[in-house]
C-alpha cells in the first residue's frame, strides 16, 4: 500500500473539491479522506496501490473544473498496510 498526505492550494474550498474529490478516489478505490483547512487550502489522505495514488495525485494536481490549483505538496507518509486500512475503509469527507 502507498500512503499519502496532500495539501491543495489555490481556488480549492467553495468549489466543491472535496466532493469531486470523493468521487474521484471511489472510482479509483482509493481510501482516506479530503477535508477543508484553515487558510483557504484542501488536505487529503489517500491510500491505495500504486497505479491507484499516482493517478489520484495527477488528478489532485488539476482538480475539478471549477477549481484553480496553485500549487500541491505532495509527503508520502510511512504507515504499515494493517494500520492504513484501520485509519479508513473507505473515503470521506471530513470537517
Known sequence: MHNFKVKI???????GFRYYTEREAIRLGITGWVRN????SVEVF???E???????????????PSANVSAVCVEEMQIEETQAR???THF????
Not at 483547512?37 to 483557504?40: I, L
Open 37 to 40: 483547512c484553515v487558510g483557504g
Open 9 to 15: 492550494q489555490g481556488r480549492v474550498q467553495g468549489v
Open 46 to 48: 489517500i491510500c491505495g
Open 92 to 95: 470521506e469527507i471530513r470537517s
Open 50 to 64: 500504486a497505479h491507484q495514488t499516482q493517478a489520484m495525485l495527477a488528478w489532485l494536481k488539476r482538480g475539478p
Open 86 to 88: 484501520a485509519t479508513s
